[in-house]
């Protein structure tokens, strides 16, 4: 089993930075590759960035395109991901997720930290 803890969500005004963290523990040699996803009521849960933990290959959904940066720590088992520029409509509850590859399929998932930007 891999456990993943979140962290670093919080209220930020648009225009604004954010830096969240993700925390694996547990069978993390089971998981290739680590994920960002974000969820907002009523709406499915949104592939963000990903990246595989040997080689970093990286991914991300064309909204968020430079303006967030997903990265790695191997050595402290943990991922990382800079929002910068932070608009409104990217409020929602982020997932740190783990899986076999950047596209997928992920096994396991964090319990969520909110990010909320205002106007």
């Known amino acids: 089993q891999v456990h993943l803890v979140e962290s670093g969500g919080g209220l930020v005004q648009a225009g604004g930075s954010l830096r969240l963290s993700c925390a694996a523990s547990?069978?993390?040699?089971?998981?290739?590759?680590m994920g960002w996803f974000r969820q907002v009521p009523g709406k499915e849960r949104e592939f963000v960035a990903a990246?595989?933990?040997?080689?970093?290959?990286?991914s991300y959904t064309d909204s968020v395109k430079g303006r967030f940066t997903i990265s790695r720590d191997n050595a402290k088992k943990t991922v990382y991901l800079q929002m910068n520029s932070l608009k409104p409509e990217d409020t929602a509850v982020y997932y740190c997720?783990?899986?076999?590859?950047?596209?997928?399929?992920?096994?396991?998932w964090g319990q969520g930290t909110q990010v909320t930007v205002s106007l």
């Open positions: 990246i595989r933990w040997i080689g970093g290959r990286i």
């Open positions: 997720a783990a899986g076999s590859t950047v596209g997928g399929p992920y096994d396991h």
């Open positions: 547990g069978r993390t040699f089971s998981s290739s590759a």
